[in-house]
């Protein structure tokens, strides 16, 4: 008795010198410091149908999606005083936010917390991958080339986003927040250098790029666990993958993410440099830390022999989410380390930084119109990995994940202060604009109904449209007139209210089925501290944002506020989608960006003004009005993709057989490529949201089987197909690439699916390949 009660007094006191080790610790880290915010992040699975639905950006109705490259996924982050205001911001590896989608989360959000959270403090952003499934916006003119709404798109992105908002609430804890900025050269260039010409002389000298070369980044550390996350802005398009792309991926900025979040998991701990756990550009995994691992290759050959490919088996749904790799990393209580790479600024920008060349000639593309021998086809911007569009996906993600842990390791200014927003709806078909004269004075001007330029056809660099329309056409072509006309003839008024933009669709004034595009509009700005959000529902150019953003500022200023350390970022995409705000200048060249332009040339001036009224109002308590209501059109979507009727295999073949295995007894080397294909089902049966298509394992010992890779990993791609477009069969190929960093082993490829038979019942499946060396 004597001994057991030694031991729990020994126990006692080893627990209380363990709380006063901690709190010493934590004290000696600066982390315990007098927080004022509860902070909170989490994460959800945003991935959606990966077969049969059109992908949204690059309106190409041949672009359908047949597979995953990497997972999307909604990372929040909540900020909140003890007592007080907070706001939420999400962003979402999607092309852009949806008022459709951001309308159903409210809805859900207040049914579960009551006016916590509604449509003024909670911004949903976009990172404008071109590589996400489509159909989840509301008005017609994009939804077009998706056949209409599809359902399955929206309900992920609904689904993700309030799952993700709740593990940010559920997450709420004592933490501060540090903010850092810093210069990106490589990770981007302008698009359209001559529009940007067409800006004052004057208000081009004072910047020393023509575009934002700045990364805004946010350091989240919770008091307790130290650091829990990172958020950052910094402006450049989702498009390194190109218009021909059918795996489901989030770009560059996902990318980013990816390699960030495995960074810090492996790191554990914020103070490492990027360079000491990347290896070839790309973050190790779980597979890096597994010991167990054995040298001798007659070994691993005997072993992996003893591993041939079993029939393909019936399987539980919850086993994709059991096996993927990424939970068995982190901590039973410990929140998962959560890393946004939001957009900005990016009309203009692109990330295919060594320039825009003719496909045919390899020349130079036109300066002002972006074609090759009058054509726009043939102009197509190039990345740093050309011709590899995954390997320029990777380096424009690696550049922006090694800027931001620069910028998280050595963030030290605090953000302190209120937390605060203003939010407001906004007609921008009938807006009046005070602008000032060029001889002094002022006149009052109106923005436009919605009308689409010639120039939108044309398309971009990093995507070019189709038949004889180019870029910087302010004229417009009789036949293609006639065309519009058919749908909707402008009125004079309109010509006039959009001059010089010759338009190509008066998207506007197009009401059926229903709306074709966005009237009323969003405006909000966040406030945390010194740093203040402005969320816009668009792509403004880097001129147009730095207007907006300087706009703000400047109110900052005269209401006696000093604004040395005032952090102004700009969201893009946000809250709502209305494609692209030029500066008046550039408007005049009707490249695509001016021609994307809806509401006319004033657009610009009158988001300055309604900002700067939000500005006003933030900084001296004041409230705004709510504005008009948008509509909410989810009951009137019509959808004509047609569903999943049925799966099927040939006769004595069994979902999850193998259809293409790996050949006996073979060693594959780092740096080469494993291909297995199994007989499959519709990735539409089940989006295994949370789980995965497809897996690496490691075997452990004789007989156990470790996940390493999943389809969350840039090194692991999941291919879908079907011999043809009726067929009831279908077949999965899943392909990876040995990291470098991969440990010597035996191996098997896994692929989880879900078929529906003829009476709609739907039944999970497993399959694996024969093992095989790595060496």
Same mark, same amino acid.
């Given at each position: 008795?004597?001994?057991?009660?030694?031991?729990?007094?020994?126990?006692?006191? $080893?627990? #209380?010198?363990?709380?006063? +080790? !901690?709190?010493?610790?934590?004290?000696?880290?600066?982390?315990?410091?007098?927080?004022?915010?509860?902070?909170?992040?989490?994460?959800?699975?945003?991935?959606?149908?990966?077969?049969?639905?059109?992908?949204?950006?690059?309106?190409?109705?041949?672009?359908?999606?047949?597979?995953?490259?990497?997972?999307?996924?909604?990372?929040?982050?909540?900020?909140?005083?003890?007592?007080?205001?907070?706001?939420?911001?999400?962003?979402?590896?999607?092309?852009?936010?949806?008022?459709?989608?951001?309308?159903?989360v409210?809805?859900?959000?207040?049914?579960?917390?009551?006016?916590?959270?509604?449509?003024?403090?909670?911004?949903?952003?976009g990172?404008?991958?071109?590589?996400?499934?489509?159909?989840?916006?509301?008005? *017609?003119?994009?939804?077009?080339?998706?056949?209409?709404?599809?359902?399955?798109s929206?309900?992920?992105?609904?689904?993700?986003?309030?799952?993700?908002?709740?593990?940010?609430?559920?997450?709420?804890?004592? @933490?501060?927040?540090? =903010?850092?900025? %810093?210069?990106?050269?490589?990770?981007?260039?302008?698009?359209?250098?001559?529009?940007?010409?067409?800006?004052?002389?004057?208000?081009?000298?004072?910047?020393?790029?023509?575009?934002?070369k700045?990364?805004?980044?946010?350091?989240?550390?919770?008091?307790?666990?130290?650091? *829990?996350?990172?958020?950052?802005?910094?402006?450049?398009?989702?498009?390194?993958?190109?218009?021909?792309?059918?795996?489901?991926?989030?770009?560059?900025?996902?990318?980013?993410?990816?390699?960030?979040?495995?960074?810090?998991?492996?790191?554990?701990?914020?103070?490492?440099?990027?360079?000491?756990?990347?290896?070839? @550009? #790309?973050?190790?995994?779980?597979?890096?830390?597994?010991?167990? +691992?054995?040298?001798?290759?007659?070994?691993?050959?005997?072993?992996?022999?003893?591993?041939?490919?079993?029939?393909?088996?019936?399987?539980?749904?919850?086993?994709?989410?059991?096996?993927?790799?990424?939970?068995?990393?982190?901590?039973?209580? /410990?929140?998962?380390?959560?890393?946004?790479?939001?957009?900005?600024?990016?009309?203009? =920008?692109?990330?295919?930084?060594?320039?825009?060349?003719?496909?045919?000639?390899?020349?130079?593309?036109?300066?002002?119109?972006?074609?090759?021998?009058? /054509?726009?086809?043939?102009?197509?911007?190039?990345?740093?990995g050309?011709?590899?569009?995954?390997?320029?996906?990777?380096?424009?993600?690696?550049?922006?994940?090694?800027?931001?842990?620069?910028? +998280?390791?050595?963030?030290?200014?605090?953000?302190?202060?209120?937390?605060?927003?203003?939010?407001?709806?906004?007609?921008?078909?009938?807006?009046?604009v005070?602008?000032?004269?060029?001889?002094?004075?002022?006149?009052?001007?109106?923005?436009?109904?919605a009308?689409?330029?010639?120039?939108?056809?044309? %398309?971009?660099?990093d995507?070019?449209?189709?038949?004889?329309?180019?870029?910087g056409?302010? /004229?417009?072509?009789?036949?293609?007139?006639l065309?519009?006309? !058919?749908? /909707?003839?402008?009125?004079?008024?309109?010509?006039?209210?959009?001059?010089?933009?010759?338009?190509?669709?008066?998207?506007?004034? &197009?009401?059926?089925?229903?709306?074709?595009?966005?009237? #009323?509009?969003?405006?909000?700005?966040?406030?945390?501290?010194?740093?203040?959000?402005?969320?816009?529902? @668009?792509?403004?150019?880097?001129?147009?944002?730095?207007?907006?953003?300087?706009?703000?500022?400047?109110?900052?200023?005269?209401?006696?506020?000093?604004?040395?350390?005032?952090?102004?970022? !700009?969201?893009?995409?946000?809250?709502?989608?209305?494609?692209y705000?030029?500066?008046f200048?550039?408007?005049?060249?009707?490249?695509?960006?001016?021609?994307?332009?809806?509401?006319?040339?004033?657009?610009?001036?009158?988001? #300055?003004?309604? +900002?700067?009224?939000?500005?006003?109002?933030?900084?001296?308590?004041?409230?705004?009005?709510?504005?008009?209501?948008?509509?909410?059109?989810?009951?009137?979507?019509?959808?004509?993709?047609?569903?999943?009727?049925?799966?099927?295999?040939?006769?004595?073949?069994?979902?999850?057989?193998?259809?293409?295995?790996?050949?006996?007894?073979?060693?594959?080397?780092r740096?080469?490529?494993?291909?297995?294909?199994?007989?499959?089902?519709?990735?539409?049966?089940?989006? &295994?949201?949370?789980?995965?298509?497809?897996?690496?394992?490691?075997?452990?010992?004789?007989?156990?089987?470790?996940? $390493?890779?999943?389809d969350?990993?840039?090194?692991?791609?999941?291919?879908?197909?079907?011999?043809?477009?009726?067929?009831?069969?279908?077949?999965?190929?899943?392909?990876?690439?040995?990291?470098?960093?991969?440990?010597?082993?035996?191996?098997?490829?896994?692929?989880?699916?879900?078929?529906?038979?003829?009476?709609?019942?739907t039944r999970?499946?497993?399959?694996?390949?024969?093992?095989?060396?790595?060496?």
């Open positions: 008795m004597e001994f057991f009660y030694s031991l729990r007094v020994k126990r006692q006191y $080893a627990s #209380i010198w363990f709380w006063v +080790f !901690l709190v010493l610790l934590l004290s000696s880290r600066g982390l315990s410091s007098d927080s004022n915010y509860l902070i909170g992040l989490g994460s959800y699975d945003i991935t959606g149908p990966a077969a049969d639905v059109n992908m949204m950006g690059y309106a190409n109705m041949e672009q359908i999606a047949s597979g995953i490259h990497f997972r999307l996924r909604a990372r929040t982050f909540i900020v909140a005083e003890p007592q007080g205001n907070r706001v939420v911001f999400v962003n979402l590896d999607a092309c852009m936010a949806s008022q459709i989608v951001k309308i159903k409210i809805e859900r959000l207040k049914a579960r917390y009551g006016d916590l959270y509604t449509e003024k403090n909670v911004a949903i952003s990172i404008h991958t071109h590589a996400g499934p489509g159909g989840y916006l509301q008005y *017609v003119v994009y939804i077009v080339t998706s056949l209409g709404f599809v359902r399955q929206f309900d992920a992105l609904v689904d993700g986003i309030e799952k993700s908002v709740l593990q940010a609430h559920e997450n709420l804890r004592p @933490g501060s927040i540090f =903010v850092n900025k %810093g210069e990106l050269l490589d990770a981007s260039i302008s698009r359209s250098p001559s529009a940007y010409l067409n800006n004052p002389a004057s208000e081009r000298g004072k910047y020393k790029y023509n575009v934002d700045e990364m805004t980044l946010l350091k989240f550390v919770d008091d307790q666990w130290g650091p *829990v996350g990172s958020f950052n802005w910094f402006a450049t398009h989702g498009t390194s993958m190109s218009r021909t792309n059918s795996l489901i991926s989030g770009d560059n900025k996902g990318a980013a993410a990816r390699f960030m979040e495995d960074w810090f998991e492996q790191s554990n701990a914020g103070d490492s440099s990027a360079d000491e756990l990347v290896s070839e @550009g #790309i973050p190790r995994r779980v597979s890096d830390i597994i010991s167990d +691992f054995r040298n001798n290759h007659h070994e691993l050959l005997e072993l992996a022999a003893s591993f041939q490919s079993p029939p393909g088996k019936a399987a539980t749904k919850i086993l994709s989410v059991a096996r993927r790799v990424r939970g068995i990393l982190r901590e039973a209580e /410990k929140p998962g380390f959560v890393s946004a790479f939001c957009q900005s600024n990016c009309g203009d =920008v692109s990330p295919n930084v060594l320039g825009a060349f003719c496909i045919d000639s390899g020349l130079p593309c036109d300066f002002n119109h972006s074609t090759c021998g009058g /054509k726009n086809e043939m102009c197509y911007g190039r990345g740093p050309y011709p590899d569009e995954f390997e320029s996906t990777r380096i424009i993600g690696e550049r922006q994940f090694r800027k931001a842990v620069d910028l +998280f390791n050595k963030a030290s200014e605090k953000l302190e202060g209120k937390i605060d927003y203003r939010h407001s709806y906004l007609d921008f078909s009938q807006l009046e005070t602008i000032p004269k060029q001889n002094g004075g002022s006149e009052t001007v109106k923005t436009c109904p009308a689409m330029g010639f120039a939108f056809a044309a %398309g971009t660099t995507g070019p449209g189709a038949f004889d329309f180019t870029q056409d302010d /004229k417009g072509n009789p036949f293609w007139r065309v519009r006309d !058919l749908l /909707k003839k402008p009125d004079k008024e309109q010509i006039n209210c959009q001059y010089p933009k010759p338009i190509l669709l008066d998207t506007g004034e &197009m009401k059926q089925p229903y709306d074709w595009a966005p009237s #009323i509009l969003p405006i909000q700005i966040l406030q945390v501290g010194q740093l203040v959000i402005l969320s816009v529902p @668009g792509e403004f150019t880097t001129m147009a944002g730095r207007r907006l953003r300087d706009a703000v500022k400047t109110v900052v200023t005269t209401t006696g506020e000093s604004n040395s350390n005032v952090h102004v970022v !700009l969201a893009g995409l946000t809250n709502s989608y209305s494609q705000v030029t500066t200048e550039e408007y005049q060249v009707q490249r695509y960006e001016g021609a994307s332009t809806l509401y006319g040339p004033h657009t610009l001036s009158a988001y #300055i003004q309604e +900002f700067k009224k939000l500005a006003s109002a933030l900084l001296s308590g004041q409230p705004v009005e709510l504005g008009p209501q948008p509509p909410d059109l989810l009951d009137k979507q019509i959808s004509f993709l047609t569903p999943v009727v049925m799966d099927s295999t040939p006769i004595g073949v069994n979902f999850g057989d193998c259809k293409s295995d790996v050949p006996q007894n073979t060693t594959f080397r740096g080469e490529m494993v291909t297995v294909s199994f007989w499959s089902a519709c990735p539409r049966n089940d989006l &295994m949201t949370e789980g995965t298509f497809a897996l690496v394992e490691i075997l452990h010992g004789k007989d156990i089987w470790a996940p $390493a890779y999943d969350d990993d840039f090194c692991l791609r999941f291919k879908w197909s079907r011999p043809s477009k009726l067929s009831a069969r279908s077949m999965a190929t899943i392909e990876w690439r040995i990291p470098d960093t991969a440990p010597l082993g035996v191996y098997r490829i896994r692929h989880f699916g879900a078929a529906k038979s003829l009476l709609g019942s999970h499946f497993t399959g694996s390949s024969s093992a095989f060396v790595v060496a």
